[in-house]
């Protein structure tokens, strides 16, 4: 195990040999704020590709037929292409760092019996880095927004989400899960498994339950709490 010498180099091991990445992170964890601009970032890029592409005219209609109960004036206001866009762009910085923020309380708690202690920041740097592939969809989102032939919905067009494939319509209640749950988990799931078994005492089985679990039961009780709907 090298740790990586430079933050630059850093972010190439996090895809290469995230052993190596997390070493680094640990001796310094300063360095996250690299990879948590480049996650935060990548949305610009991806969202404006889309509604410079997409014909506005058609999302409109679109929107309204799956949306039947906005208020025209609601309509109005609120269906132009740089209110969509701005609301694409925050719903993805919030939900992403919202993600980074619980990812390292679940980490720093599900790892106190470990003979090595670390701080909660050291799991937010950490966090950040193990976000890095959201950037590797938002670079897939944006060839699909700008290759694709057809017109596709927002939440369609977002392959970092389960709705990237499933393109479920707004209208279904299956729609909000689809689209929340990142379509990269198991990527998530492996970078997390490194850092736990990077910095702690746990063995291999007790690495993958801590690494797995919030994942695991957000796709378990999510559907659960639609069908109890």
């Not at 749950?181 to 291999?204: E, F, H, K, N, Q």
Request: hydrophobic letters at 55%; a neutral charge; glycine letters at 4%.
């Amino acid at each position: 195990m090298t740790p990586s010498r430079n933050p630059f180099i850093a972010l190439i091991d996090t895809f290469r040999s995230p052993v190596d990445c997390f070493a680094a992170v640990h001796q310094r964890p300063k360095w996250a704020f690299l990879p948590y601009l480049l996650v935060i970032f990548g949305p610009f890029f991806f969202w404006g590709a889309y509604f410079n592409h997409v014909d506005m005219a058609w999302l409109q209609q679109t929107l309204l037929a799956q949306l039947p109960n906005v208020d025209a004036q609601i309509q109005d206001a609120w269906l132009t292409k740089e209110v969509l866009l701005a609301g694409e762009v925050f719903s993805d910085i919030t939900g992403r760092t919202a993600c980074i923020f619980m990812l390292a309380l679940w980490l720093n708690l599900s790892t106190k019996s470990s003979s090595y202690k670390h701080g909660y920041g050291k799991w937010l740097a950490a966090s950040c880095f193990i976000m890095l592939p959201a950037i590797v969809g938002d670079f897939a989102s944006y060839l699909n927004a700008v290759f694709n032939t057809s017109p596709i919905l927002p939440n369609a067009a977002d392959l970092n989400s389960l709705n990237g494939l499933l393109k479920l319509p707004l209208n279904s209640p299956w729609s909000a899960f689809a689209t929340s749950i990142p379509l990269l988990t198991p990527w998530y799931i492996a970078l997390s498994y490194a850092v736990v078994g990077a910095w702690t005492d746990y063995d291999r089985a007790k690495c993958i339950i801590v690494a797995s679990l919030p994942w695991i039961m957000t796709i378990l009780l999510w559907p659960m709490l639609i069908i109890a709907a």
